[in-house]
C-alpha cells in the first residue's frame, strides 16, 4: 500500500493533474469571492434598510447557512429588498455549491486523484530474482486461456500492458501485469526476459516481427513463440527471430476438419502422446449403437483403451454400463497399429461419399477445406459476401454464393445428402441459428461448429452441435504443449490434456485403488517414471512416487483431483 504522501507526489507530477488542480483551485477562490460580496452585502442591507448591525462573521455565518439552504432562521430580513436577496443568495448557492462543485470536485481532483492511484499500483517491474515465467504480450482471449493453464500449474507469467490505468485495474483484479511498451528494450530488461521459460508475442503480425527483434537485443536464447495472422507472415516471423510460429486460423480450420464424418467410419487421429495416439470415431450406423461398453471388448480384442464418450457435447466419464447412442462419439487410444484395426472394423460402415458442407469462407473457412480436401472428401462452400467469395473460389469443389439461411442455397449446396457440415462464421449467434437450422433439414446430420466466446458453447451444443472448437481454446492448448515440450492433443472445448505429478497420498496404490475416475471424472492415459512410459494402464497397474500421470478432463475436474488428493 502506498502512503497518502507517495500518492500525492506522484498524482502533482503529471502535468494534466496540475492543470486540474488548479482549475479547482480557481474556482475555490470564485466561490470564496462570492461568499465574501453576498457577506458585504448583507452587512449593508441590514444596516442601510433594516437598521441592524451584525459582526463580519455573522455575515459569513448567514451567507453559507442560506447558499447551503440549510437555513436556520435565526437571522432574517424584514423588507421586501433584503428578502429578494435572500432569493438570489439562495438561488446562486444552488448552483455553486449544490450543483457546480461536487461536479468540480470530482472532475478536477476526485477522479484524477483515483486514476493516480490505479497508475501507481501498476507495477513497472518484476522482482530481479524472477525466472522460469511466462511473458505475454498482450492480453486477449487467448492469453485468458493460457493464463488459466499457467495457474492450474503453478507457472508464473505477467502481461505486458502499455496503458498504465488498464494495467492498474488488470493488477486489482488479480491478474500478474506490468506496464510498459512492448517494443521497448527497457520493458524486457525489466520483465528479466532473459531468464523467462517463454516470450508470447500475440499481437499483430507487423507488431510481433518488432517484438521479435527488440526481445532478441535483449534476451538472445529466450524462445518465442509467435502467433501470425497470415500464412505470408510466418517465413517473416522466423527471420525475425521467432522460435515457433503458429498460424492459428490455420490451426483451427485443421483441428475442425478432423472432427468431420464423411465416407466411411474411421478413427480420427486428434492428437498422440509419445507412442499413443488419441482418436475419435462416431458410433453413427454401427453395429455399437445401443451396446454398452463391456460388451465392445476393444481392449480385449484389439488393445484400445476407451477414454470417454462425447454425448451432445458433454465427455461421459467411462463405465461399464455406459450404454452408446446413434449420436456418440467414442474417444480411444492406441498404437498404431491397433487404430488401424480399429479402422479396419468400421470400414464398411456408414458409408457417406457425398461433399462435405461448409458455411463461411473466411480465413478458418479456407482452413478448413484445404485440410478436408487433404484427406480425399470432397467440399462443397457456402458463402454469402460475393467479394470473399472470389477470394476462395477454386479451394472448395464448388462454391455457392448466398445466404446459408436460405433453404433453396442449402438444397443446391447438397445438404441433405452431406455427411457433415462445418459452420465457419465468425458471428456465434449465426452459427447457433444455422445449427438449428441444418438440424431440422437433416437430423442425421454431424455439424461441427467453431465459435467466438465460450460463454455461448452450452447454447450451441442446445441448438444440435456435435462438436465446437474455439480461436482462443486451440490457441491457449497449443501455447500450452509448446511450453510443455509435447505434441498438441486438441480433445474439445474444456476438455484438456493434464500431465500432473503423482500426489504423494496416491503412492503404491493401484488406479482402481485410487477410485479417481469415480471421484473427479479424470481418465488417465498413461503414466511415466524415470523417462519409461505406460499407456492405456489396466487398473491394476500400481502407481510408484515420482511418477507423472497424463490425464484428460476439465479444470474443474482437476480442482477436484487436487482437493482430493493434495
Known amino acids: 500500500m502506498k502512503s497518502i504522501g507517495a500518492q500525492l507526489a506522484y498524482f502533482l507530477s503529471e502535468r494534466q493533474s496540475r492543470r486540474k488542480v488548479l482549475a479547482l483551485f480557481k474556482y475555490l477562490i470564485f466561490l470564496g469571492a462570492v461568499v465574501a460580496l453576498f457577506s458585504i452585502l448583507f452587512h449593508v442591507i441590514m444596516l442601510n434598510v433594516e437598521n441592524r448591525e451584525f459582526s463580519w462573521l455573522t455575515g459569513v455565518y448567514w451567507t453559507l447557512t442560506v447558499m ?10 424584514n423588507s421586501d429588498l433584503g428578502r429578494l436577496f435572500s432569493i438570489v443568495v439562495l438561488l446562486t448557492g444552488i448552483v455553486l455549491l449544490l450543483i457546480m462543485l461536487p461536479f468540480v470536485f470530482i472532475s478536477y481532483f476526485y477522479a484524477p486523484w483515483l486514476e493516480a492511484q490505479v497508475r501507481l499500483e501498476a507495477p513497472r517491474r518484476v522482482p530481479t530474482n524472477t525466472t522460469g515465467h511466462v511473458i505475454i504480450t498482450r492480453y486477449d482471449s487467448v492469453a485468458a486461456g493460457l493464463i488459466e493453464k499457467l495457474k492450474a500449474h503453478d507457472i508464473p507469467y505477467v502481461v505486458i500492458e502499455s496503458d498504465v490505468v488498464v494495467a492498474g485495474r488488470m493488477h486489482g483484479e488479480g491478474i500478474s501485469v506490468v506496464t510498459g511498451e512492448i517494443d521497448s528494450r527497457h520493458t524486457y530488461e525489466a520483465l528479466n526476459a532473459a531468464s523467462a521459460r517463454l516470450l508470447v508475442a500475440n499481437c499483430s503480425d507487423a507488431v510481433n516481427t518488432n517484438i521479435a527483434l527488440t526481445v532478441r537485443e535483449h534476451a538472445p536464447d529466450v524462445p518465442i513463440v509467435a502467433l501470425a495472422e497470415e500464412q505470408d507472415s510466418i517465413d517473416i516471423l522466423e527471420l525475425a527471430g521467432c522460435t515457433h510460429v503458429l498460424p492459428l486460423k490455420q490451426r483451427l480450420g485443421e483441428q475442425l476438419a478432423n472432427r468431420i464424418s464423411a465416407r466411411h467410419a474411421q478413427a480420427h487421429v486428434v492428437g498422440t502422446l509419445g507412442g499413443l495416439q488419441i482418436a475419435e470415431f462416431p458410433v453413427h450406423s454401427t453395429p455399437l449403437a445401443g451396446r454398452r461398453i463391456r460388451e465392445l471388448s476393444l481392449r480385449e480384442a484389439m488393445g484400445i483403451q476407451i477414454i470417454g464418450v462425447w454425448e451432445r457435447g458433454r465427455l461421459l466419464p467411462v463405465h461399464l454400463d455406459l450404454e452408446l447412442s446413434d449420436r456418440s462419439v467414442v474417444v480411444v ?23 462435405v458442407l461448409i458455411i463461411g469462407g473466411g480465413k478458418v473457412g479456407c482452413a478448413i477445406a484445404q485440410a478436408v480436401k487433404l484427406q480425399g472428401v470432397p467440399v462443397h462452400l457456402v458463402e454469402s459476401d460475393p467479394g470473399q467469395a472470389e477470394k476462395v473460389r477454386g479451394i472448395p469443389d464448388q462454391l455457392f454464393i448466398g445466404d446459408a439461411a436460405d433453404r433453396e442455397v442449402l438444397h443446391r449446396a447438397g445438404l441433405h445428402q452431406a455427411p457433415s457440415v462445418i459452420l465457419s462464421t465468425n458471428d456465434d449467434a449465426t452459427n447457433i441459428y444455422l445449427t438449428v437450422y441444418c438440424r431440422r433439414l437433416n437430423p442425421h446430420l454431424r455439424i461441427v461448429s467453431r465459435i467466438t466466446y465460450e460463454r455461448n458453447l452450452e447454447a450451441v451444443h442446445r441448438a444440435g452441435a456435435d462438436f465446437v472448437l474455439s480461436y482462443a481454446s486451440v490457441g491457449a492448448e497449443s501455447l500450452f504443449a509448446i511450453l510443455q515440450g509435447r505434441n498438441l492433443v486438441m480433445l474439445a472445448e474444456g476438455i484438456q490434456l493434464f500431465h500432473v505429478l503423482l500426489p504423494a497420498s496416491l503412492a503404491g496404490k493401484t488406479l482402481a485403488e485410487t477410485q479417481m475416475a469415480t471421484r473427479t471424472g479424470l481418465t488417465v492415459l498413461a503414466i511415466e517414471r524415470e523417462g519409461v512410459m505406460v499407456s492405456n494402464p489396466p487398473a491394476t497397474q500400481r502407481l510408484e512416487a515420482g511418477s507423472q500421470l497424463a490425464m484428460i478432463g476439465s479444470q474443474q475436474q482437476l480442482r477436484d483431483f487436487t482437493d482430493a488428493y493434495g
Do not use: E, K
Open 333 to 355: 487410444a492406441g498404437t498404431p497399429d491397433q487404430l488401424l484395426a480399429l479402422n479396419s472394423f468400421l470400414v464398411i460402415y456408414d458409408t457417406n461419399y457425398n461433399p
Open 68 to 77: 447551503s439552504t440549510l437555513g436556520f432562521g435565526d437571522i432574517t430580513f
